[in-house]
């Protein structure tokens, strides 16, 4: 076995043979190949927008160059090592030659035409995935904040924010150009769909706009790819790219639901009136509720038009949220009607603004 084990160390061509054979084992168990992604791990998912298949076809175009030139470099550097290794015997150095104009010439400007070609496709490429159409079919206004996003379809009166793994669904209609508008309230974010192949940072001050056309119906996932605080892994948000018929379907639904009159409170139920007149605080810091019996915060956001809404979330006995929903908007009073809650002392705070809170206490 020592002899086995020696015999393989002394031998450059095992060792090099073993290590190609180890390399391609790890590869092999990285990933598993598909049809869209024949070696995987070294290409993107498949495009699920126009503009992502000219970024994913640029890619290809750049590690097939790249894959050519490794190939080329490592083969000759193999070839080297064993055409001219050290023999047995050998007591001279082979013909040395010093220089090779014809190959210096070769090496200098075969890069130099690659990175012109390269640059060249890369800058019809940017064009093509930073191109506005003038009348785009949907606009969408991003605003990203710590840690959350909100999707203002403006033209239309609808609004969404959210938290949690999947955070506020953007809908838009499948072979049709949506328009983003980017805006942040504090610290730089990054808006990322990995399945678009596109990140682009949300800057303050700055409005960044870019557009999208999703190519067939499904949902994909959405985080911020820029560190922004404590809470950045909390940034997730959701696209669903449906049919233009069942968008337009989706639409009327949710301007109906937004245009219908709220329920008023149930009869003799006890009534907290709370409001917010800006993103620091509420302006009432403590609340008082019945124990064991149901009740409902009637919420005004007096926030002036065009303002962040708000809304009203309690921190349950079992430290779980109790969700406000809707969200208020510049303007609106919504009731939130509340479970029936044991006697203690309870946090609230707006979902939006979660530096917004107070203390409820029901006894």
Same mark, same amino acid.
């Given at each position: 076995?020592?002899?086995?084990? +020696? ?16 390399? #391609? ?13 024949? !070696? $995987? ?23 097939? !160059?790249?894959? %050519? ?16 290794? +050290? =023999? ?19 090496? /200098? ?5 690659? *990175? ?6 890369? #800058? ?13 079919? *949907?606009?969408?206004?991003? /605003? @990203?904040?710590?840690?959350?996003? /909100? ?22 209609? *499948? ?21 678009? #192949?596109? &990140? ?5 001050? +700055? ?10 119906? @499904? ?19 959701? !696209? =669903? ?10 639409? &009327?639904?949710?301007?109906? &639901? ?37 009740? %409902? ?7 002036? /038009? ?10 349950? $006995? ?22 029936? #809650?044991?006697? @203690?002392?309870? =946090?609230?705070?707006?979902? %939006?603004? $979660? ?7 029901? &006894?």
């Amino acid at each position: 076995m020592f002899r086995a084990l +020696r015999s393989f160390a002394r031998s450059p061509r095992i060792r090099l043979a073993a290590l190609i054979g180890f390399s #391609l084992l790890v590869i092999a168990g990285c990933a598993q190949a598909t049809n869209d992604n024949p !070696i $995987p791990g070294f290409f993107p998912p498949p495009a699920a927008t126009v503009q992502g298949e000219d970024t994913s076809g640029l890619y290809d175009l750049v590690f097939w !160059i790249v894959a %050519v030139i490794f190939v080329l470099v490592e083969g000759l550097i193999i070839y080297s090592v064993f055409r001219y290794r +050290r =023999k047995k015997g050998d007591q001279e150095l082979p013909k040395q030659t010093h220089g090779y104009f014809p190959l210096e010439v070769a090496w /200098t400007v075969i890069p130099i035409v690659l *990175v012109l070609f390269v640059w060249v496709v890369a #800058l019809q490429v940017q064009d093509k995935v930073l191109a506005e159409s003038p009348d785009p079919a *949907v606009t969408v206004d991003v /605003t @990203g904040f710590q840690w959350q996003w /909100t999707f203002d379809y403006k033209s239309l009166g609808l609004s969404y924010t959210g938290a949690g793994a999947d955070g506020p669904t953007m809908v838009v209609p *499948v072979g049709e150009p949506v328009h983003i508008n980017e805006h942040s309230n504090d610290v730089i974010h990054s808006f990322y769909i990995r399945d678009f #192949l596109f &990140k682009r940072d949300v800057v303050p001050g +700055r409005v960044n706009s870019f557009e999208f056309t999703v190519k067939e119906p @499904g949902t994909y996932s959405g985080q911020c790819a820029e560190f922004c605080g404590l809470g950045h892994h909390q940034m997730f948000f959701t !696209i =669903k790219a449906v049919s233009p018929t069942d968008y337009q379907a989706w639409v &009327k639904s949710e301007q109906a &639901k937004a245009q219908a009159t709220q329920a008023p409170p149930p009869s003799g139920a006890t009534v907290i009136q709370l409001s917010a007149s800006n993103t620091t605080a509420f302006d009432e810091s403590t609340l008082t509720a019945p124990a064991n019996k149901p009740f %409902v915060i009637a919420f005004t956001n007096k926030e002036a /038009t065009g303002g962040p809404p708000h809304d009203v979330v309690i921190v349950g $006995p079992d430290n779980k949220s109790i969700t406000g929903m809707p969200l208020a908007q510049p303007g609106q009073t919504v009731n939130y009607s509340e479970p029936a #809650l044991p006697a @203690g002392t309870y =946090k609230f705070f707006c979902i %939006v603004h $979660p530096n917004m809170t107070g203390t409820l206490t029901v &006894k």
